[in-house]
C-alpha cells in the first residue's frame, strides 16, 4: 500500500544521495526502495542456483563482533590484518553500522553483503572515494545481480552528469573494473569470512579467481588509444565533431 510519508522520504534520500554519493546512512536507507521484497525474492531465487550460495542459505555464516586489536595482531598480509589496516585509515568504526537480523533468506541476503562490503573493498583493492564505491557496486553488480547495486550506480552517474563531470574517466573505469573483477571471480557470496581472516590476502584472492593485475591489464590496454594512419589516397581524413 502506498505511503505518502515513506514516498516522500524516499525521494528526499534519493535526492541527497544524488547530490552527496558519500552520504552513507542516506544510501543504506534507500535500500528497500531498490531492492523491494520481489525484487530480493528473485535475488535469493537466482543465487539458490549456485552450489556455495545454497549452503551460505543454510548455515548463514555472519562476520560477527570484530575485535580490531585481535585483527590487527595477526600477521601482515593475511586477511585480518588487511582488513583491519583498512577499517583503521578509512577511520571506519564496524560497530557504528547497523546490525540485521536474519530470520528470512532474504533478510540474510541484506545482512551478508551488507556485512562483506569492506570485505569486499579489501579484497578488490578499491578505495572508498566516490570511484571507488561505484566500483564496489559494480562488482556487486556482476556478482549477485543486486539491485540496490544497479540503483547505487544509476545514482552515481546522474551525480556523475550533474555534479562531477570532470571525474567521468575515473568512476568509469572504476565501473568497467569492477564489472569485470565481478565477471571474473567465483561467488564470494555466503564466504565464511570469520574463517578466513588468518589466511594470507593473496591465497585468498587466488581462491576466488580475483586476479586484480589481469583485470588491471585489460583496462590498460582497453583505454589505449589506438593509431591508424591516415592514406590520403584512400578513405577520407577522420572528420571533427
Same mark, same amino acid.
Given at each position: 500500500?502506498?505511503?505518502?510519508?515513506?514516498?516522500?522520504?524516499?525521494?528526499?534520500?534519493?535526492?541527497?544521495?544524488?547530490?552527496?554519493?558519500?552520504?552513507? #546512512? %542516506?544510501?543504506?536507507?534507500?535500500?528497500?526502495?531498490?531492492?523491494?521484497?520481489?525484487?530480493?525474492?528473485?535475488?535469493?531465487?537466482?543465487?539458490?542456483?549456485?552450489?556455495?550460495?545454497?549452503?551460505?542459505?543454510?548455515?548463514?555464516?555472519?562476520?560477527?563482533?570484530?575485535?580490531?586489536?585481535?585483527?590487527?595482531?595477526?600477521?601482515?598480509?593475511?586477511?585480518?590484518?588487511? +582488513?583491519?589496516?583498512?577499517?583503521?585509515?578509512?577511520?571506519?568504526?564496524?560497530?557504528?553500522?547497523?546490525?540485521?537480523?536474519?530470520?528470512?533468506?532474504?533478510?540474510?541476503?541484506?545482512?551478508?553483503?551488507?556485512?562483506?562490503?569492506?570485505?569486499?573493498?579489501?579484497?578488490?583493492?578499491?578505495?572508498?572515494?566516490?570511484?571507488?564505491?561505484? =566500483?564496489?557496486?559494480?562488482?556487486?553488480?556482476?556478482?549477485?545481480?543486486?539491485?540496490?547495486?544497479?540503483?547505487?550506480?544509476? =545514482?552515481?552517474?546522474?551525480?556523475?552528469?550533474?555534479?562531477? +563531470?570532470?571525474?567521468?574517466?575515473?568512476?568509469?573505469?572504476?565501473?568497467?573494473?569492477?564489472?569485470?573483477?565481478?565477471?571474473?571471480? #567465483?561467488?564470494?557470496?555466503?564466504?565464511?569470512?570469520?574463517?578466513?581472516?588468518?589466511?594470507?590476502?593473496?591465497?585468498?584472492?587466488?581462491?576466488?579467481?580475483?586476479?586484480?593485475?589481469?583485470?588491471?591489464?585489460?583496462? %590498460?590496454?582497453?583505454?589505449?588509444?589506438?593509431?591508424?594512419?591516415?592514406?590520403?589516397?584512400?578513405?577520407?581524413?577522420?572528420?571533427?565533431?
Amino acid at each position: 500500500m502506498w505511503n505518502p510519508v515513506t514516498s516522500a522520504r524516499t525521494v528526499w534520500r534519493l535526492t541527497r544521495a544524488v547530490k552527496d554519493p558519500e552520504k552513507l #546512512q %542516506d544510501v543504506l536507507g534507500l535500500a528497500s526502495a531498490l531492492a523491494p521484497p520481489m525484487a530480493m525474492r528473485r535475488l535469493v531465487e537466482r543465487l539458490m542456483h549456485h552450489a556455495t550460495a545454497a549452503q551460505a542459505f543454510i548455515e548463514r555464516p555472519r562476520v560477527g563482533l570484530l575485535h580490531l586489536p585481535t585483527l590487527r595482531a595477526l600477521p601482515p598480509h593475511t586477511l585480518g590484518h588487511a +582488513f583491519a589496516d583498512h577499517l583503521e585509515k578509512n577511520h571506519l568504526d564496524p560497530h557504528a553500522l547497523p546490525y540485521l537480523e536474519a530470520h528470512t533468506d532474504e533478510e540474510y541476503v541484506r545482512a551478508h553483503l551488507l556485512e562483506s562490503h569492506d570485505v569486499w573493498h579489501v579484497l578488490t583493492g578499491f578505495p572508498t572515494d566516490v570511484p571507488g564505491e561505484l =566500483g564496489i557496486q559494480a562488482f556487486s553488480l556482476a556478482q549477485v545481480g543486486s539491485p540496490f547495486a544497479l540503483g547505487v550506480l544509476a =545514482g552515481g552517474l546522474t551525480n556523475t552528469l550533474l555534479y562531477a +563531470f570532470s571525474q567521468r574517466e575515473a568512476r568509469m573505469r572504476a565501473i568497467v573494473r569492477g564489472w569485470l573483477l565481478g565477471q571474473r571471480a #567465483q561467488l564470494l557470496f555466503g564466504a565464511p569470512w570469520r574463517q578466513m581472516w588468518e589466511a594470507p590476502l593473496a591465497e585468498v584472492r587466488g581462491h576466488y579467481g580475483l586476479d586484480l593485475p589481469a583485470v588491471e591489464a585489460v583496462l %590498460d590496454d582497453f583505454m589505449r588509444p589506438t593509431t591508424a594512419a591516415w592514406n590520403p589516397g584512400g578513405a577520407s581524413a577522420p572528420q571533427s565533431c
